[in-house]
């Protein structure tokens, strides 16, 4: 078994550090929140006063943290994670970031002897408290071959996207198409019920019919209609709005990259800073349904 240090703790990073320990992983953990670290310290981890000290003696590390500036600053320069790391260290960097700022650390890495790869992930809090997240992984495959076991722990489907940087190409992708999924379902479900349709029996035919996609499947934005649901919690729980914004607008940077044509993940991206600026941005994104209702 690996010796693993796991950096950043949040919403996503808790959930996933404790399905390493649950499958036997000997953990050091850092965040800059304690009382993540003391969660995790009374089910078997090591907390640390720094990532550095989280990272020192490891044979992998995983982070797992809010963007691109936090992962170059984490591992990037004379005091990154990087420059401590002994060669042959495998890096396994879970965050959503800008592809562009994945290759920049994947060559810091590689000039190294560092086996670096990216591996943003999808399936929300639920899946990766599950352990059935989705893995998106850019990198070499022999890397990918030593990192499976850990992958293997924390999720379902584990997808090999391609060279430095796919694993997040892959994953703006898929976020650019589950919000728009997410905004036609909405403004779909607003109108029926403004014409008279009972919410449950219209998600129930759309479901059903050519118009059925993951959200009315899994997720549905209309108060009440899937108990589980955020939409029922008071848009609570989830995958905040401010974070679907955060994916849209590195979808914008990439299709920027490559002369893509994007207008609706262009549109997609004005709505949900709109909900930011309404202070929805800590809600789950299928708050977005509050736009189309009066």
């Known amino acids: 078994m690996y010796q693993i240090a796991f950096i950043g703790l949040g919403h996503m990073g808790l959930p996933m550090a404790r399905n390493l320990l649950k499958a036997g992983f000997a953990l050091k953990v850092f965040d800059l929140v304690q009382a993540a670290m003391d969660e995790l310290a009374g089910e078997g981890a090591l907390p640390t006063s720094s990532a550095a000290e989280a990272a ?4 992998v590390v995983v982070s797992m943290l809010p963007a691109s500036r936090h992962v170059e600053g984490l591992y990037l320069g004379a005091d990154g994670l990087l420059a401590r790391l002994k060669p042959g260290t495998l ?3 879970c965050s959503t970031i800008a592809p562009e700022s994945a290759r920049k650390v994947h060559q810091a890495a590689s000039a190294r002897g560092i086996a670096l790869l ?3 992930v999808s399936g929300g809090t639920a899946g990766a408290a599950a352990g059935t997240l989705t893995f998106m992984i850019g990198g070499e495959a022999a890397a990918l071959a030593k990192a499976r076991p850990i992958f293997e722990a924390m999720g379902k489907n584990i997808f090999h996207a391609g ?3 796919a694993g997040q190409v892959a994953k703006v992708c898929n976020n650019q198409v589950l919000a728009v999924q997410m905004i036609a379902t909405a403004e779909a479900m607003a ?7 009972e919410p449950a029996v219209l998600a129930e035919i759309m479901r059903q019919s050519s118009g059925g996609n993951w959200t009315l499947e899994k997720y549905n934005p209309w108060p009440g209609v899937m108990e589980n649901a955020p939409a029922s919690k008071g848009y609570s729980g989830g995958f905040m709005a ?3 914004a955060k994916d849209l607008g590195l979808a914008q940077e990439a299709a920027q990259h490559s002369g893509s044509s994007t207008p609706m993940g262009a549109l997609a991206l004005q709505l949900y800073r709109l909900l930011l600026k309404q202070g929805k941005g800590k809600q789950d994104f299928s708050v977005v349904q509050q736009l189309f209702v009066e």
Do not use: K
């Open 242 to 244: 401010e974070l679907m």
């Open 118 to 120: 990216d591996a943003p």
């Open 56 to 59: 020192a003696g490891a044979q």
């Open 163 to 165: 060279p430095d940087g």
């Open 91 to 93: 890096v396994l960097e």
């Open 191 to 197: 109108m029926g019920v403004a014409n008279g349709l």
